[in-house]
């Protein structure tokens, strides 16, 4: 019993470290200011690697997350030009946008990588569905044991037999007037 109950307090430890996790890594956009949300710029994809690249990457400037693939604001326009530079330095996809979720942290991927505590995002709702299957299990077999183990065409008597004397004489009662 008592490593059930060290069993339960560790695991609601974890998951609210894990559902703390969020608070700490968030980080503002270092260039953001009002005034990089206003102008419209022609986004201007050229090529596949650049496609690829800018709906792969949340625009920082306040949008409701939009990827730099569909954001026109001053902030995306600046920013595909910095990604656009790097691009023809030689740099990869993989490596801008290492740098970009450094620079940005990692809520400014499009899609989260698939390390380290990010598989919790996958493994936590997966978990919970199997323990939630195993305690139908645990609770449907209790049911069936508790349904073997009732005595059968026993009569019941007692409290239930005063209670429906009680009820049978108040309907009397209730029919004669």
Same mark, same amino acid.
């Given at each position: 019993? @008592?490593?059930?109950? =060290?069993?339960?307090?560790?695991?609601?430890? #974890?998951?609210?470290? /894990?559902?703390?996790?969020?608070?700490?890594?968030?980080?503002?956009?270092?260039?953001?200011?009002?005034?990089?949300?206003?102008?419209?710029? *022609?986004?201007?994809?050229?090529?596949?690697?650049?496609?690829?690249?800018?709906?792969? /990457?949340?625009?920082?400037? +306040?949008?409701? $997350?939009?990827?730099?693939?569909?954001?026109?604001?001053?902030?995306?326009?600046?920013? $595909?030009?910095?990604?656009? #530079? +790097? =691009? #023809?330095?030689?740099?990869? &996809?993989?490596?801008?946008?290492?740098? %970009?979720? @450094?620079? %940005?942290?990692?809520?400014?991927?499009?899609?989260?990588?698939?390390?380290?505590?990010?598989?919790?995002?996958? #493994?936590? *709702? /997966?978990?919970? &569905?199997?323990?939630?299957? &195993?305690?139908?299990?645990?609770? &449907?077999?209790?049911? $069936? $044991?508790?349904?073997?183990?009732? *005595?059968?065409?026993?009569?019941?008597? +007692?409290?239930?037999?005063? %209670?429906?004397?009680?009820?049978?004489?108040?309907?009397?009662? /209730?029919?004669?007037?």
């Amino acid at each position: 019993m @008592k490593r059930r109950r =060290l069993l339960v307090r560790a695991l609601v430890l #974890a998951l609210g470290i /894990l559902a703390a996790t969020p608070l700490f890594t968030l980080r503002e956009a270092s260039s953001q200011t009002a005034g990089d949300m206003e102008g419209s710029h *022609p986004i201007g994809i050229e090529n596949e690697t650049q496609r690829k690249l800018f709906f792969s /990457l949340i625009c920082m400037c +306040g949008c409701p $997350r939009e990827t730099l693939g569909t954001c026109a604001c001053n902030f995306a326009h600046a920013r $595909r030009e910095e990604l656009r #530079a +790097g =691009l #023809a330095g030689g740099k990869s &996809i993989e490596v801008l946008q290492a740098e %970009y979720a @450094k620079r %940005y942290g990692p809520q400014a991927l499009a899609v989260p990588p698939n390390v380290g505590a990010n598989v919790a995002l996958w #493994a936590l *709702p /997966l978990g919970a &569905i199997a323990l939630g299957a &195993i305690g139908v299990v645990f609770a &449907i077999r209790k049911w $069936r $044991r508790a349904a073997i183990e009732a *005595p059968v065409g026993v009569p019941m008597t +007692g409290a239930t037999d005063e %209670y429906d004397a009680k009820l049978d004489r108040e309907l009397r009662e /209730l029919d004669r007037e």
